[in-house]
C-alpha cells in the first residue's frame, strides 16, 4: 500500500528536499521553454533559501520526496504559489493536486487574501489543476518576458 504525506517543511531535512525538487522543476521548465527563469531572481532565491518563502510544502511518498512547491510574499495581501513540480515517480497519485490544497490553506490561515500565480499554456496538467482549484485569468502582474498564463485566486 502506498503512504503519503503532505506536509509543510519545518526540518532542515525537508527543506532540503525541496530545494532538489525546486531545483530539478527550474531544469525542467528551462529545457521545457528553451530559456532561463533568471529574470524571477532565482540566483537570489536559492542563495537565500527558503528566506523568500513564507511557506514550504513537500509531498513524499513511502517516504520518498517526490514533490512540492512554495507560498511566497507578493504584496499587501497577496501572496504567490511557486514552483509546483512532481518528480515522474510520483505522477498519477495527484501530488499536484494535494500540494495546492495546502498551499491554499496555509495562506489563508496566514491572511492572504488573494493569491497569484504564473505558469506555461502549454503545461496542461498543471493548467487544469489551477482551473479546477478556481483559480482564473488575471493580467500580468509582473514584468516577465515570456508568454506565461497569469492567474489568481481569491482566499
Known amino acids: 500500500m502506498m503512504r503519503l504525506e503532505i506536509k509543510r517543511v519545518d526540518t532542515v531535512d525537508d527543506i ?24 524571477q531572481g532565482t540566483d537570489k532565491e536559492f542563495a537565500d533559501f527558503p528566506q523568500t518563502y513564507d511557506a514550504l510544502f513537500l509531498a513524499k511518498l ?6 512540492a512547491c512554495g507560498v511566497k510574499p507578493f504584496k499587501d495581501e497577496i501572496c504567490e504559489l511557486k514552483r509546483l513540480y512532481c518528480r515522474p515517480d510520483g505522477r498519477g497519485h ?6 495546492c490544497k495546502t498551499a491554499i490553506k496555509t495562506a489563508t490561515e496566514m491572511g492572504y487574501k488573494k493569491i497569484y500565480l504564473d505558469t506555461d499554456h502549454g503545461l496542461t496538467h498543471a493548467n487544469s489543476i489551477y482551473e479546477k482549484l478556481g483559480f482564473r485569468d488575471i493580467e500580468k502582474y509582473y514584468d516577465n518576458p515570456m508568454e506565461s498564463r497569469f492567474m489568481a485566486l481569491n482566499l
Do not use: S
Not at 531545483?23 to 527563469?37: I, S
Open 16 to 39: 532540503a528536499a525541496v530545494r532538489e525538487i525546486f531545483t530539478e522543476y527550474l531544469r525542467f521548465v528551462e529545457d521545457y521553454l528553451g530559456q532561463t527563469l533568471a529574470f
Open 62 to 67: 513511502n517516504g520518498a520526496p517526490m514533490a
Open 94 to 99: 495527484h501530488l499536484g493536486l494535494k500540494l
